[in-house]
Each structure stands twice: as structure tokens, then as C-alpha cells.
């Protein structure tokens, strides 16, 4: 080939990448004047389709230290380092940290409802970018991330399992390796929403098992649990309970929102 057929060549496939992207462009231009982007929190119009307006990301509260090193609950003030509530040394939760992104406001819900009951998937991915800088000090470069699972039939139903969303967005940001059927749910269960904490305790009660055909890959690993919120830690704390059961060795928690309790009732 000559040097002036070589020089044709890359200028067409110049040009033809340049069309390329033009096209995209105005594809995408067309798809925002047809459908135009707005805030997955309220509604109104915003300048990204994955975005919040400025009141929703004023309104959304990221928890921070100080917090309880166990239950990730905030603390008012700050004891220390690594320093766990009076209410979590009285009663230890199944597992052994827990963190979230937020507390759980009507924003952050706004925002579980939009990925878990509207298909928008694009919060999914908001909600994942602000667990994985919230879960920095939980996701080890060995641990095994694993959604909280759903009953089949409620999968079958919503046709998507918003907690293993969640966690493939944080293992593909980390680079964790992630087992969606790590844990199975055993029996269906009645919805949540409603109950106090000793009824949702009983409710998922023994509902979850680890599947024989993964045990490998729990005992004496470490073990990230990925769920949208925690409201009491009953299903996370009966996931944990199941995971810890099967040998592993160490079980952490991480959700997008977090109930928060007032201070000195931290469970």
C-alpha cells in the first residue's frame, strides 16, 4: 500500500468517526427535546438525565463521621475513632459494620422509589457513585459484594432486584468481585413497610440461606451485604445471620439510605 492510499484510508475513517459522533450528538439532542431531562428527586428540569436539581442534592444528608463504627449511625458529637454506641454493645447487631450514603429523608426515598418502583435505572447509578465513597473503608480489595436477594416471584414481578443493581455498579466501580446468588431468599415474605422492629424480625426470620453451590465462596471470606435501606437492620441483620452461619468470616453491610435513630436509641 502506498503512503498516499494509507493517507486516504485514515482520513476517511477520520471523517467516518467524526460522522460518527455528530450523529450521536444530535441523537442525543433529539432524545432530550423529546424526552427532556429532569431531577430524579422532584421533577423538575434539570441539565442531566442522571441528576438531581441544587434543592433535592441540598436536601439529601450524607452521613459522615462521626459515626457508630457498628450500625453507622451518626453521633451528635464526636467520641473518637472506631467508638461504638451504648445501644450496640447491648444488643450487637448480626454483623459487624455497617455504612450508608444518606439518611433516609423524603428526598433519598424519592430516590428509592425511583429506581425500585419507576425503572429508573439511571438512579441506580447516582445512588451506587455515592455508596462506593460511602463504603470506601468496608469494600476491601478481597471482599465479595452480594445484593440482598428477593423472593422469585417478587422478582419475577418487578424483573429486577434494585439491590443487585446497586452492587454491580459498586463492584464494577471497585473492581470487587460480585456473587448476585450468594444468598438465597427460602420463603416468600410479607412486605416490610408497617411493621415495627420486633415484626420485621420475624418476618425474614430463617428467610434466607446461603446457596449450597456457593459456600466456597463465603467460608472465611469477607462478605459486603448491598441493600437500598436500612430501616431497623432486620433483613440485612438476617442476611448476615446466614452468611455468618456458612463460615464467613467477616460480614459488612452497605445501603444508600439509612434510618436514622435519635440519638441514644442507635440500634
Known amino acids: 500500500m502506498t503512503k498516499k492510499m494509507s493517507s486516504v484510508l485514515s482520513m476517511n475513517r477520520a471523517h467516518l468517526v467524526n460522522a460518527a459522533r455528530l450523529t450521536r450528538a444530535i441523537g442525543l439532542k433529539a432524545a432530550d427535546w423529546l424526552l427532556p431531562p429532569v431531577c430524579l428527586g422532584c421533577g423538575t428540569r434539570t441539565m442531566d438525565h442522571a441528576g438531581l436539581c441544587q434543592v433535592c442534592w441540598l436536601d439529601l444528608k450524607p452521613i459522615t463521621a462521626p459515626r457508630c463504627d457498628v450500625t453507622g449511625q451518626p453521633f451528635p458529637y464526636d467520641p473518637g475513632e472506631g ?10 447487631p448480626a454483623w459487624d459494620r455497617a455504612r450508608a450514603a444518606v439518611e433516609f429523608n423524603e428526598t433519598s426515598r424519592r430516590l428509592v422509589h425511583a429506581l425500585k418502583y419507576h425503572d429508573r ?16 473503608d468496608l ?3 478481597d471482599a465479595v459484594l452480594a445484593p440482598v ?6 422478582l419475577w414481578g418487578r424483573r429486577f432486584n434494585q439491590s443487585a443493581m446497586l452492587a454491580r455498579h459498586v463492584a464494577a466501580a471497585r473492581g470487587n468481585r460480585l456473587v448476585v446468588d450468594l444468598v438465597t ?17 420475624a418476618n425474614v426470620s430463617r428467610a434466607f440461606e446461603v446457596h449450597a ?7 472465611g471470606r469477607h462478605v459486603v451485604v448491598v441493600d437500598d435501606v436500612i430501616t431497623t437492620g432486620a433483613t440485612a441483620g438476617a442476611v448476615a445471620r446466614a452468611l455468618k452461619k456458612a463460615g464467613a468470616a467477616r460480614v459488612d453491610v452497605l445501603a444508600f439510605a439509612l434510618v436514622v435513630k435519635p440519638a441514644g436509641l442507635h440500634i
Open 213 to 219: 453451590a456457593r459456600s466456597g465462596d463465603v467460608s
Open 139 to 141: 469494600i476491601e480489595p
Open 83 to 92: 467508638v461504638v454506641s451504648a445501644a450496640a454493645l447491648a444488643d450487637p
Open 185 to 201: 431468599r427460602t420463603r416468600s415474605t410479607a412486605t416490610q413497610v408497617g411493621l415495627d422492629a420486633r415484626g420485621r424480625r
Open 121 to 136: 435505572h439511571e438512579a441506580g447509578r447516582l445512588m451506587a457513585r455515592m455508596m462506593t465513597v460511602a463504603g470506601h
Open 149 to 154: 436477594p428477593l423472593y422469585r416471584w417478587r
